[in-house]
């Protein structure tokens, strides 16, 4: 246990005079808004602000293909007209307008989220936050849901040069697709989403069953919900998937991304969320006390976004914040109250009782998958495979509802964990070729 | 295992479709029929096929055979099939009222003798007619003696597959039958009556050889056409939801005369029309094909979380996407405007369709031999296209143009460009830093020690924005400037003219109700101004003014970030008038010149 966090904030002032265009509920102002309510809460005295350094295009491409990435240094309002089709293969255009400073915007956001895990990894802080950053939609070779360049993928990239396997969590309302399918085939970086699924909501992807593929399967995690979630149910679905994942997955690092479009009243969302149910989200996973990098993403009522960043740099400075906004040049937005919560939703919670216990036993059921993926796997015949059985069985209590297989296969893997908990699991393959796997049970070390 | 499958299937089509409702009481099955294990369903089917098959013909011809079949009034159902193969096996129907057998088929069938007449009576109206049309086909197809009439669907080779596994089955169950037949018979002959011996087994085993080819045809044909249908109208799901409330409708009651439709399936075949049960057939299709294309999730669940089985999430998805299903596949769907968000959701479906088909042929046959699915269940001919709610499912696209390059970790990295930490701007170093200004607590707004003359007036609260800016441009020093602390707020005003506000008032104002005309014009109208002077100004003063003006007038429906909204009500000079000239006089002046304003735009 550290004695106290050392947490640094990146912030550049240029972003709050990026504009997506007219009507596009993306406001980069929301920046400037949080920001400025983050200094009239005096919280700056408790950490250090970082000023980013502009991303280099070589830095996008650690992830991003060249030519989307020269493309979109190339592109500008004015030049719009002249690259019809590569605006339509980029994917740029409608919902990822082309404006003024748009690679000077992506330069700040995802250096922000690079610098913060630079930072992390050179260890002179313990939490960095860059609320600019998080725009998880950005694919490796095109735009989407108004993200350009992953600083997400960027950071987690950077963060992996010092950490064998980092947890990627999202509770932004939609799906964090990019960051899943950047990286689905690696075990190294596990990606948890919780999001709005179904209704052809954005982005569609994040189904429960896509886990990840080749090395990386059972190392993406969707938790799907449906509209009008509340704090009780969020947070307790949280916390459970969130803490089984870390203790199987023993991340070196953590990355957060708080999208503030789940909050109740969001312009796109559809979640009844308040602010003190999302920064419960951020609360329990500061508690892990791992190297975390918490990052923005959606929001699209920028006065809640702005309370609701404000509220939880607040919580990772560990520094309850009095209700009302003290006086600022931007009091005016979160009038007539002035206050920093929000008012409660009033979508009808589609999440049945039952339903949000399907998905939690579901993807507690991936995790143990996951976990017995990192395991050692053994070749054994048949005799050596009874004797563990029956050592274990004598060691502690075993399951033995699973042992009902058909015995006449040739082949099979025990899969075995030497850490924290021992998970027992025989796969086997039936001469019609049909796999079955079998969990034996797992013991823990009391 | 086409054929198998497809004889399943037709259990499955029976079942889910509702004439399970009470003709199929499964419970009631007597224990002559559990000897046939596995294959008990699928002879049920096959009897219903053919049954149902023949019932509208029949009622084609005028008789009415409501089903399922009741007993007298209190509602029993009657096993029909049961029923019918226990005359069956006696000999048919003449035989068993000639030797006065009933008593003894109601006692197979575990009934009470009290319903013998109604027995007797549901076997002449149901299922006589069917012996005897069972028969006389059979005697055609003797007369035949080649593949045509109505059963040339079926292959040599599939016809002898189930000669055999029939010849089986009622070998088996004629055995238990017939010793307690004879058993049955001395007792009758004990009373008194004359016995009349005779009917082999062989004959009906010949009779149900028949009856399961025919059976067969149908279930086999209408799944290879529900597959062809379904394959090439995708698309076309206009009236799914109510598809599935007519499914539940069924459900809940059996004996709805729309039910009864479904009972044909050799019309299925040549069936055109779009009536819910094809429907319903169909779309149970497309998700038995789904599932086997996922059935590398299906295999998964443990043994332990079996009640779990995904099809609960293929059901909540059918009933979620489709009833619900257009609501505009991007993101800004549900955002008032339009004039942005005309992101073609066609495109965006082709490209959905292109993923899938890409995700499939590229990783799909691979990982399904990898995880090693029961492969020999899956036909090779089958291909496993994404079916049904695959549509809408948007898959994880992969390939080297999708993933991320990961290197093998091999421990930590030192790392040369340490330099790239971004640049420390707080708290400031050396001199410039000023430590006497914090020793506030945080969050330093103290309404009690406000000194103002009227607390949370309009005016204080402006005397402590500005009070607190102030401050926090002492503390800041050079860094006010680099956050654009500068530029924030209604301050941002005081650099325009009011000649200049006017202007942007007036031009925002001729756009309206949508900026799409005025942006892009705007350094045309203020060539003096930069772009970030426009944005700037259009954040910190255009809208605060708006929201300050909704604050009092609207409080009830903010939203300060619809751009769509009027802006008419916004005073002209508010901002830097207020600013320059604090005091209460002035301030319920521009409040009310709002006021005015409002009503002089709405003229």
């Given at each position: 246990m550290r004695s106290k966090e050392k947490i640094s904030n990146f912030y550049d002032g240029d972003v709050g005079s990026i504009y997506f265009g007219p009507n596009h509920p993306m406001k980069p102002h929301r920046l400037c808004m949080t920001h400025h309510s983050v200094l009239a809460y005096d919280l700056h005295k408790k950490m250090e602000i970082y000023r980013t350094h502009k991303a280099y295009p070589v830095e996008f491409a650690q992830f991003h293909s060249a030519d989307y990435v020269e493309f979109l240094h190339r592109i500008t309002p004015d030049t719009l007209h002249l690259f019809s089709n590569e605006l339509a293969k980029y994917n740029l255009?409608?919902?990822?307008s082309v404006f003024e400073n748009l690679f000077e915007f992506c330069q700040i956001y995802a250096g922000g989220t690079i610098d913060a895990a630079r930072r992390l990894n050179n260890q002179p802080c313990d939490i960095a936050i860059n609320w600019a950053g998080g725009l998880h939609h950005a694919k490796k070779c095109e735009a989407s849901g108004f993200c350009y360049v992953n600083d997400l993928v960027l950071g987690i990239l950077e963060l992996l040069k010092y950490h064998a396997r980092v947890l990627f969590i999202d509770i932004d309302v939609h799906h964090g697709d990019g960051v899943e399918e950047a990286f689905y085939f690696t075990d190294r970086v596990m990606t948890v989403s919780f999001h709005k699924y179904g209704?052809?909501?954005?982005?569609?992807t994040g189904d429960v069953k896509d886990i990840g593929e080749r090395e990386g399967k059972f190392y993406a995690i969707n938790v799907p919900l449906k509209d009008g979630i509340d704090d009780t149910s969020y947070t307790r679905l949280f916390k459970s998937i969130i803490s089984k994942v870390v203790e199987m997955y023993q991340p070196g690092a953590i990355v957060l991304q708080c999208g503030a479009d789940s909050l109740a009243g969001d312009r796109l969302g559809c979640f009844n969320l308040s602010i003190d149910g999302h920064a419960e989200c951020v609360i329990i996973v500061k508690k892990f006390n791992l190297p975390l990098l918490v990052t923005g993403g959606g929001g699209y009522t920028k006065e809640n976004v702005a309370r609701c960043w404000t509220f939880e740099t607040g919580v990772l400075l560990d520094t309850e914040l009095p209700i009302e906004i003290p006086?600022?040049?931007?009091i005016k937005y979160f009038a007539p109250e002035c206050l920093l919560n929000i008012p409660n939703g009033h979508i009808e919670n589609l999440n049945s009782k039952s339903y949000l216990s399907t998905i939690r036993s579901r993807c507690k059921c991936w995790k143990i998958f996951a976990a017995s993926n990192m395991l050692q796997v053994y070749r054994c015949k048949m005799f050596h495979l009874i004797s563990i059985f029956l050592i274990l069985m004598k060691m502690s209590k075993i399951r033995m509802s699973a042992w009902t297989s058909t015995l006449k296969t040739s082949k099979f893997n025990v899969m075995m964990n030497t850490t924290m908990v021992t998970t027992i699991m025989i796969i086997t393959r039936t001469c019609e070729g049909r796999l079955h796997i079998f969990l034996l049970g797992s013991i823990s070390p009391q | 295992m086409v054929t198998n499958g497809a004889a399943l299937d037709c259990v499955e089509i029976v079942n889910k479709c509702?004439?399970?409702?009470?003709?199929?009481?499964?419970?009631?099955?007597g224990k002559d029929l559990e000897q046939f294990g596995d294959n008990k369903d699928r002879l049920r089917c096959l009897f219903d096929l053919v049954l149902s098959g023949y019932l509208k013909e029949v009622t084609w011809k005028g008789l009415f055979r409501p089903m399922p079949a009741m007993l007298g009034n209190d509602g029993q159902s009657l096993d029909l099939l049961k029923l019918f193969l226990v005359v069956r096996e006696i000999g048919g129907y003449e035989l068993v009222s000639n030797e006065g057998l009933w008593a003894f088929v109601v006692k197979e069938l575990g009934l009470g003798f009290q319903v013998l007449a109604s027995v007797k009576l549901i076997y002449a109206k149901y299922l006589y007619e069917l012996e005897k049309w069972l028969r006389s086909n059979l005697e055609d197809r003797k007369e035949d003696n080649a593949c045509g009439g109505n059963f040339g669907f079926l292959t040599l080779e599939q016809e002898k597959d189930f000669r055999g596994l029939f010849a089986n089955r009622i070998g088996r169950q004629g055995v238990v039958n017939k010793v307690a037949l004879i058993e049955y018979r001395k007792h009758k002959k004990f009373i008194g009556k004359d016995s009349k011996n005779g009917v082999g087994v062989s004959d009906t085993n010949s009779r149900f050889r028949l009856q399961d080819r025919v059976g067969k045809v149908y279930g086999d044909d209408a799944e290879n056409e529900c597959r062809k249908e379904f394959s090439t109208r995708k698309r076309k799901r206009k009236s799914l939801s109510e598809m599935l409330s007519w499914v539940m409708l069924v459900a809940k009651c059996h004996d709805d005369p729309s039910v009864r439709e479904i009972l044909e399936p050799s019309k299925w075949i040549n069936h055109k029309g779009d009536e819910f049960w094809i429907q319903a057939i169909r779309a149970r299709e497309a998700l038995r094909q789904k599932r086997d294309g996922h059935s590398v999730i299906e295999q998964s669940p443990l043994q332990k979380n079996q009640?779990?089985?995904?099809s609960m999430y293929d059901d909540d998805f059918l009933n979620h996407h489709f009833t619900e299903k257009l609501r505009c596949s991007e993101r800004l769907s549900r955002s008032n405007s339009c004039s942005c968000s005309h992101c073609s959701s066609g495109s965006t479906f082709d490209s959905q369709l292109m993923c899938l088909h890409r995700t499939h042929s590229e990783c799909g046959p691979k990982e399904l031999s990898s995880i090693a699915i029961d492969l020999s269940s899956l036909d090779t001919s089958m291909t496993v296209e994404p079916y049904g709610d695959d549509i809408f499912r948007r898959q994880v696209a992969v390939g080297p143009r999708f993933q991320a390059e990961v290197p093998e970790w091999t421990g930590p990295v030192s790392d040369s460009d340490s330099k790239w930490l971004g640049t420390r701007q707080w708290p400031l170093s050396g001199g410039e830093y000023d430590s006497l200004a914090i020793t506030d607590p945080i969050g330093s707004r103290q309404p009690n020690s406000c000194s103002c003359q009227i607390p949370n007036s309009v005016e204080c609260i402006r005397f402590h924005i500005a009070e607190n800016r102030m401050k926090l441009k002492l503390e800041l020093g050079s860094l006010f400037y680099h956050w654009r602390f500068d530029g924030m707020g209604e301050e941002v005003s005081l650099r325009w003219t009011a000649e200049e506000e006017k202007k942007f008032k007036h031009m925002v104002q001729l756009e309206s109700p949508s900026l799409n005309a005025f942006w892009p014009r705007a350094s045309e109208f203020f060539p003096e101004k930069t772009w970030q002077d426009l944005i700037s100004y259009y954040f910190n003063v255009f809208l605060i003014r708006r929201r300050s003006y909704q604050n009092r007038v609207t409080p009830k429906s903010i939203d300060s970030d619809d751009d769509e909204s009027e802006f008419g009500c916004i005073s002209d000079s508010f901002g830097s008038y207020a600013l320059k000239v604090p005091g209460s006089n002035t301030l319920t002046c521009s409040q009310n010149n709002q006021c005015i304003d409002l009503e002089l735009d709405e003229h």
């Open positions: 255009g409608e919902d990822c209704d052809m909501f954005f982005p569609g006086e600022n040049e931007y | 509702g004439t399970m409702g009470g003709h199929l009481d499964v419970d009631n099955v009640e779990m089985h995904p």
